[in-house]
């Protein structure tokens, strides 16, 4: 019989209780233990002490790791108040909300999908969650099979709306499905994904568990085209951190647009940004959302599985256009929540300190390597007496 604990107490450093109070705050597991975090120190206080500026993206993530654990452990031991001096700020948790079932909008944008859209219906038809409102936009598809796929799909679940427009671009077809929204919440997802069954469920448990959170997003499990449905061999798993926001410039912390919004949260942020020929338009809205005020959460549990295409829109277009729609949402410095303006200036001086570190330890290594050349020819001419001309 496997050992039950009423308390699970974790150091402070490390942030390993981080995982494990993540799944808690989602409703996962834990529901009968306390877990506690101990302050013993933070990653942060170990570089100051060395006089030394974060030199990359995992020292940032450890630190928010290290501070969620602490602000939303059950209870925290801080004997000496250094976690508060440190502006870390424990709050009980908030109390477990009664059961119910509030609707839920699924968006599905469609766009040449026919040969992997039947098996997301699937998905969503099989779904443990009662109460879904789904609707599906063809973005114009001008693939013939598509097309007749996506009539198909409409006589074969009467219960879905099916909406038909002119090609606009994937942006633009999600703001669609979020204007269609009935449902409390909006829950946008690709037509070649495939959802697990209790995929709305936990979402749904988390994120009203969590009044603090505009959004939460979860980790997925990736397979390849060529198999119909996902199988038991997966070719990577994502598992989101989901913080902190100033490392969202950098790189996407928060997770697949296949997440759950509060649906009134995302329209007052602005939805999604329509710019055509660019993808990466789930990360933009996620800094966009936080940015105007909302949280970003974390379901630490692989709640979908993801569709890896070679011909994938975000494989097949220009990395830095990408990027670039991201970064301009950060051009609004005075939209930062409080306090990421700060590791967002800590990491642009602590990364440019260590590539020049590297620099020089490069230049370095050139220079003994020629000064080791130069010694070892030096040498075999002296030994074969060699005397140069004059």
Same mark, same amino acid.
Request: aromatic content about 12%.
């Given at each position: 019989?496997?050992?039950?604990?009423?308390?699970?107490?974790?150091?402070?450093?490390? #942030?390993?209780?981080?995982?494990?109070?993540?799944?808690?705050?989602?409703?996962?597991?834990?529901?009968?233990?306390?877990?506690?975090?101990?302050?013993?120190? %933070?990653?942060?206080?170990?570089?100051?002490?060395?006089?030394?500026?974060?030199?990359?993206?995992?020292?940032?993530?450890?630190?928010?790791?290290?501070?969620?654990?602490?602000?939303?452990?059950?209870?925290?031991?801080?004997?000496?108040?250094?976690?508060?001096?440190?502006?870390?700020?424990?709050?009980?948790?908030?109390?477990?909300?009664?059961? %119910?079932?509030?609707?839920?909008?699924?968006?599905?944008?469609?766009?040449?999908?026919?040969?992997?859209?039947?098996?997301?219906?699937?998905?969503?038809?099989?779904?443990?969650?009662?109460?879904?409102?789904?609707?599906?936009?063809?973005?114009?598809?001008?693939?013939?099979?598509?097309?007749?796929?996506?009539?198909?799909?409409?006589? %074969?679940?009467?219960?879905?709306?099916?909406?038909?427009?002119?090609?606009?671009?994937?942006?633009?077809?999600?703001?669609?499905?979020?204007?269609?929204?009935?449902?409390?919440?909006?829950?946008?997802?690709?037509?070649?994904?495939?959802?697990?069954?209790?995929?709305?469920?936990?979402?749904?448990?988390?994120?009203?568990?969590?009044?603090?959170?505009?959004?939460? *997003?979860?980790?997925?499990?990736?397979?390849?085209?060529?198999?119909?449905?996902?199988?038991?061999?997966?070719?990577?798993?994502?598992?989101?951190?989901?913080?902190?926001?100033? %490392?969202?410039?950098?790189? +996407?912390?928060?997770?697949?647009? +296949?997440?759950?919004?509060?649906?009134?949260?995302?329209? &007052?942020?602005?939805?999604?940004? *329509?710019?055509?020929?660019?993808?990466?338009?789930?990360?933009?809205?996620?800094?966009?959302?936080?940015?105007? #005020?909302?949280?970003?959460?974390?379901?630490?549990?692989?709640?979908?599985?993801?569709?890896?295409?070679? #011909?994938?829109?975000?494989?097949?277009? +220009?990395?830095?256009?990408?990027?670039?729609?991201?970064?301009?949402?950060?051009?609004?410095?005075?939209?930062?929540?409080?306090?990421?303006? &700060?590791?967002?200036?800590?990491?642009?001086?602590?990364?440019?300190?260590?590539?020049?570190?590297?620099?020089?330890?490069?230049?370095?290594?050139?220079?003994?390597?020629?000064?080791?050349?130069?010694?070892?020819?030096?040498?075999?001419? #002296?030994?074969?007496?060699?005397?140069?001309?004059?």
């Amino acid at each position: 019989m496997p050992q039950k604990f009423s308390r699970i107490e974790f150091p402070s450093r490390g #942030g390993l209780g981080f995982r494990a109070i993540q799944a808690k705050r989602a409703g996962l597991a834990f529901a009968d233990t306390e877990l506690v975090v101990r302050f013993d120190g %933070a990653s942060q206080l170990d570089r100051e002490s060395a006089q030394r500026w974060p030199a990359h993206l995992d020292e940032l993530e450890r630190d928010f790791m290290e501070k969620f654990a602490f602000e939303n452990a059950d209870a925290v031991i801080d004997p000496d108040g250094a976690a508060v001096a440190l502006g870390w700020r424990w709050a009980p948790p908030p109390p477990v909300p009664e059961p %119910a079932t509030p609707l839920v909008t699924v968006g599905i944008a469609h766009y040449n999908l026919g040969a992997h859209l039947p098996a997301t219906l699937d998905s969503l038809a099989a779904q443990t969650y009662p109460a879904l409102d789904v609707v599906v936009i063809d973005d114009g598809s001008t693939d013939a099979a598509s097309r007749d796929t996506f009539d198909h799909m409409e006589r %074969a679940h009467p219960a879905v709306r099916f909406v038909r427009q002119a090609n606009a671009g994937i942006g633009a077809t999600r703001n669609r499905c979020l204007e269609l929204a009935r449902g409390e919440f909006f829950l946008p997802m690709d037509a070649d994904n495939v959802a697990r069954p209790d995929m709305v469920e936990r979402f749904v448990t988390a994120i009203r568990r969590n009044p603090q959170y505009a959004a939460m *997003t979860c980790y997925f499990l990736a397979f390849d085209e060529k198999y119909p449905a996902p199988g038991t061999d997966f070719l990577f798993a994502l598992r989101p951190v989901g913080g902190p926001h100033a %490392a969202s410039a950098i790189r +996407n912390v928060y997770g697949d647009a +296949n997440a759950i919004f509060r649906t009134d949260a995302l329209r &007052a942020a602005g939805g999604y940004g *329509t710019d055509r020929g660019t993808s990466c338009e789930d990360w933009e809205a996620f800094v966009r959302l936080v940015q105007a #005020g909302g949280r970003i959460g974390v379901v630490p549990d692989h709640l979908f599985y993801y569709r890896h295409r070679a #011909g994938g829109f975000s494989r097949v277009t +220009n990395w830095y256009a990408n990027h670039q729609r991201v970064l301009r949402q950060f051009g609004k410095a005075d939209h930062l929540p409080p306090g990421e303006a &700060a590791v967002l200036w800590t990491a642009l001086l602590g990364f440019q300190q260590e590539a020049q570190r590297l620099a020089e330890e490069r230049r370095a290594w050139r220079y003994r390597a020629v000064d080791g050349i130069a010694g070892f020819v030096k040498r075999i001419t #002296g030994r074969i007496g060699f005397t140069p001309r004059s």
